[in-house]
């Protein structure tokens, strides 16, 4: 671990209050970040920043689906964005009412859209930065059962790239993380939503186990450091072997 490689880095990450977004706070600020950790509920937000307990731990309240409350809460002097902000979907298509499509999209792709087109010309006028947007292998496979999930995360990772063509020139790299099942609460709450169950999710990773937050969120730190300096556009999938099979 090398402790410098986020030392006087401004980070801010989405849905930090819990699972992979929790990881990836607590990952910045153990390797030197000052860290915003914005979340929808303020009670998660300010639990993961006392347990962090110093300055360079913010909590932060926020709904990313507001405009205006994205362009408040994003600070000037912002070096990384992590953006974890998700919800998901247990329906196929015929069963999706439209209110769910939209909520889904609301969050997973206007949420990812907002943060990135606030931040970015901040990063640019301090010469350059880094975002990394939170997709999932059902952006890159179809689920069953997930049509308004599968069709956010695949407009995460088509942003993402087009993101990154715009501004490469600019110094500011943009990539994705797509994890494959991951035990976290939100998955937990997912599958207790479909009726589901853990063991079959389990089952089906050809490691024979979920993932875990703080692997997603070293995949993210690597992504988000200097050491990926070479690296804009780029879709990395961790999940267990699940895509390959």
Known sequence: MNVERFQGK??????????????VARALHREGARVTIADLSPDRAQAVANEIGDERAL?????VRDEPAVRHALPDDLDVLVNVAGIGSTT??????????????AVNARGTF????????????????????MASVAGIVGLRN???YCASKGAVIAFTRAL???????????NAVCPGTVDSPWVQ???????ESIDVLRARQPMGRLGRPEE???????LASDAAVFMTGSVLTIDGGLTAA
């Not at 801010?12 to 990881?23: H, K, L, P």
């Not at 196929?92 to 999209?105: C, K």
């Open 10 to 23: 401004s980070a801010f990450v989405t849905g930090a209050g819990s699972g992979i977004g929790e990881a």
């Open 59 to 63: 909590a932060v309240v926020l709904d």
């Open 92 to 105: 196929s298509a015929p069963e999706t009412s439209l209110e769910i499509w939209e909520d889904v999209f």
């Open 114 to 133: 907002l943060t990135c087109k606030y931040a970015i010309p901040s990063m640019i006028e301090r010469g350059g930065g880094s975002i990394v947007n």
């Open 146 to 148: 997930r049509a308004a």
């Open 164 to 174: 990154a063509v715009d501004h490469v020139a600019e110094g500011v790299r943009v």
């Open 189 to 195: 709450r997912l599958v207790a939503e479909a009726g």
């Open 216 to 222: 997603i969120a070293e995949a993210v730190l690597y």
